[in-house]
Antibody, heavy 115, light 107 residues
Framework: QVQLQESGPGLVKPSETLSLTCTVS????????WSWIRQSPGKGLEWIGY???????NYNPSLKSRVTISLDTSKNQFSLKLSSVTAADTALYYC?????????WGQGTLVTVSS | DIQMTQSPSSLSASVGDRVTITCRAS??????LNWYQQKPGKAPNLLIF???SLQSGVPSRFSGSGSGTDFTLTISSLQPEDFAAYYC?????????FGQGTKVEIK
C-alpha cells in the first residue's frame, strides 16, 4: 500500500524559505495528484496546493505568491517550498495523495518559524 | 473562500451511543463534502467522500448524508477506537476548505 513520509528542517528562521520533501513508497508517483496541507492551532487545517504528475500545479490563493510545489519522478518524491516565512507559518505540514482530498496522508512534520 | 462550520465543537458520548456531527457550508456545495477522522498525533484519515460514499476499509457504522449546505456524519454505535476529532471538507470550489473540527470524547 502507498505510504508517504515528509522530511525537512524542523526549524526555519523568519524571512527564509521552508523546504519539505515527501517521499512516496509502495507505489508510483505517476498517474496521481499530490498535495500539501498544513495544520495549526490558530488556522486549523489549510490546503496549500497540489501537483499533478504531469507537472500541473494549483495553489491556495492565500499562499500563491510564496509557494512552489515540484516533483522528482526519478526519486518518487515531491517537494514544497514556502518563501518569506513568518511565525504564522508555524504548523504541522502534511503531504497527501489526491487533488482536492487526500488519501493517504503522511504522518506530518512540525515546522517552527523562529529566530 | 467557502466557510465550513461544524457543530458541536466537542461532545461527550459513551461506547454504543449513536453520534451525529453536523457541518454547514456558507454556500451550496452540492455533495462535494468529505469527512476525516484524526486521532491524537496522527494524520487525518479519509472516512467519507462526496457526502455519503464510504472510503475503502472504513467500518460501516460510519455514514454521511446531506447536500447543498447541510451535512451530517453519523456513527451508529460508538466504539472505543472512534474517540477522535472529526473534520468536514468542501471540494466544490477552490481552495478546498475544512471545518474547525468536532472532538468526540469519552463520557
Amino acid at each position: 500500500q502507498v505510504q508517504l513520509q515528509e522530511s525537512g528542517p524542523g526549524l526555519v528562521k523568519p524571512s527564509e524559505t521552508l523546504s519539505l520533501t515527501c517521499t512516496v513508497s509502495g507505489g508510483s508517483i505517476s498517474g496521481h495528484y499530490w498535495s500539501w496541507i498544513r495544520q495549526s492551532p490558530g488556522k486549523g487545517l489549510e490546503w496549500i496546493g497540489y501537483i499533478h504528475y504531469s507537472g500541473n500545479t494549483n495553489y491556495n490563493p492565500s499562499l500563491k505568491s510564496r509557494v512552489t510545489i515540484s516533483l522528482d519522478t526519478s526519486k518518487n518524491q515531491f517537494s514544497l517550498k514556502l518563501s518569506s516565512v513568518t511565525a504564522a507559518d508555524t504548523a504541522l505540514y502534511y503531504c497527501a495523495r489526491g487533488q482536492w482530498f487526500g488519501a493517504p496522508w503522511g504522518q506530518g512534520t512540525l515546522v517552527t518559524v523562529s529566530s | 473562500d467557502i466557510q465550513m462550520t461544524q457543530s458541536p465543537s466537542s461532545l461527550s458520548a459513551s461506547v454504543g451511543d449513536r453520534v451525529t456531527i453536523t457541518c454547514r457550508a456558507s454556500q451550496s456545495i452540492s455533495t462535494y463534502l468529505n469527512w476525516y477522522q484524526q486521532k491524537p498525533g496522527k494524520a487525518p484519515n479519509l472516512l467519507i467522500f462526496t457526502a455519503s460514499s464510504l472510503q475503502s476499509g472504513v467500518p460501516s457504522r460510519f455514514s454521511g448524508s446531506g447536500s447543498g449546505t447541510d451535512f451530517t456524519l453519523t456513527i451508529s454505535s460508538l466504539q472505543p477506537e472512534d474517540f477522535a476529532a472529526y473534520y468536514c471538507q468542501q471540494t466544490y470550489s477552490a481552495p478546498p476548505t475544512f471545518g474547525q473540527g468536532t472532538k468526540v470524547e469519552i463520557k
